[in-house]
């Protein structure tokens, strides 16, 4: 069936670079989603990229996709503590259950002044 | 403000009593559906609408019922919580096709 892993923990030092990755299975992906969640809050969209697409940048966030290997990544350039987080990866494949979306477990990133 | 309204966001309650956690949308989307956040289970989807009175199971029903008699809302009913139902849930919708689905802020029950 289809899935979606990620790693569960990522501690990086303020202004350094924060990479998360994803895997997923299934190959009928149409878009790949990366979702922030702040502690006590929701779910709030970072992006999301079509499948059709390699890279997508967005101010400080840059998504990879590598279909081939159904691998994405979110890229944070010059990480702050307030990005401190847990970070989901999600895909959905718009056949079926329309608008399902499969989610990882979340990352949670530590950002250290 | 377009967003995604659940009540209540915090619930204690205990074992086989019947709850409701309502979810109320000002988009007028097609598609809501229904989440639960476990610690290293990311979130799985309990129930799904998509549309009026069009309701189907998700990945993790057991022990759930929902109804869309309109199209604003979709409550989730606990006929009979249990303690494996301690979670953290999310109401989420969005329009048919589209790519964004907006999230409410969740609501953390927990049952003892």
């Known amino acids: 069936g289809e899935d979606v892993e990620q790693s569960l923990f990522l501690s990086v030092r303020e202004g350094d670079s924060s990479v998360i990755n994803c895997t997923y299975t299934d190959s009928s992906s149409t878009y790949l989603y990366w979702y922030k969640q702040e502690p006590g809050a929701g779910l709030q969209l970072l992006t999301y990229i079509f499948s059709n697409m390699d890279m997508k940048q967005d101010q400080r966030l840059t998504v990879l996709l590598n279909k081939k290997d159904k691998h994405l990544s979110l890229r944070i350039a010059d990480t702050q503590t307030g990005d401190s987080a847990i970070y989901f990866c999600?895909?959905?494949?718009?056949?079926?259950?329309?608008?399902?979306?499969?989610f990882g477990q979340g990352t949670t990133l530590q950002v250290k002044p | 403000e377009a967003q995604v309204t659940q009540n209540p966001r915090y619930l204690i309650t205990v074992t086989g009593k019947k709850l409701t956690v309502t979810c109320s949308q000002n988009?007028?989307?097609?598609?809501m559906s229904w989440y639960r956040q476990d610690p290293g289970l990311g979130l799985r989807q309990i129930y799904y609408?998509?549309?009026?009175?069009?309701?189907d199971k998700g990945d993790v029903p057991e022990g759930y019922k929902v109804s869309r008699k309109e199209k604003r809302n979709f409550p989730l009913i606990l006929e009979s919580p249990s303690p494996n139902q301690t979670s953290l849930y999310f109401c989420?919708?969005?329009?048919?096709?589209?790519?964004?689905?907006?999230f409410g802020q969740g609501t953390r029950l927990t049952v003892v």
């Open positions: 989420a919708s969005r329009r048919t096709g589209n790519t964004e689905a907006f």
């Open positions: 988009m007028n989307h097609e598609y």
């Open positions: 609408s998509m549309n009026v009175e069009v309701t």
């Open positions: 999600a895909e959905t494949s718009f056949s079926g259950n329309t608008g399902k979306l499969i």
